[in-house]
């Protein structure tokens, strides 16, 4: 395979990974719900503790991303400021911003779920399949975190003698 075909796959996997691990993950979720539901009815799986917690995590994950979107959107000087009209950078805040988006999706739609009574024997397909799309949001909104956080890391290790253009 060429250099060009690798770069295409290796960014392609990139940008729509997170998306595709949490279309992934509806699928699974859907395709062992036979496993999985009855778990749940007997509260063996606690649907209210998972809410609690992926709401936590989302609420923390999406102020940390804002963070990293404020670091990188007020920084004009060094690599950061010199690489800001590149594609790739150009790309990198589009990730940044649809790690908030899917954050604050996932933190909005977690707050009625946490208040949500559920009755364990109760959960239907039809509440299994809405908690299933949600979860799979939370996969989705993850892995954009997670993608957006690695590759803050490899940028702020930069070293300024090292920017474009140093010499």
Do not use: H
């Amino acid at each position: 395979m060429s250099g060009l075909g690798r770069r295409s796959i290796s960014w392609n996997v990139e940008a729509y990974g997170p998306a595709a691990c949490g279309l992934i993950t509806l699928a699974l979720l859907w395709v062992y719900r036979g496993s999985i539901l009855p778990l749940m009815m007997v509260d063996k799986l606690s649907v209210s503790n998972l809410c609690t917690a992926v709401f936590g995590w989302a609420s923390i994950q999406t102020g940390c991303v804002f963070a990293i979107y404020g670091f990188v959107a007020g920084k004009n000087d060094g690599f950061i400021g010199e690489a800001r009209q590149t594609r790739s950078m150009k790309r990198y805040n589009a990730y940044i911003k649809r790690a908030i988006w899917t954050g604050f999706l996932l933190t909005l739609t977690s707050m009625p779920l946490i208040v949500w009574k559920f009755v364990p024997a109760e959960i239907d397909m039809i509440i299994f399949a809405l908690l299933s799309l949600w979860f799979s949001i939370f996969v989705w909104a993850f892995l954009s975190f997670a993608r957006v956080a690695f590759i803050f890391g490899i940028l702020i290790q930069i070293n300024e003698s090292d920017r474009i253009g140093a010499g």
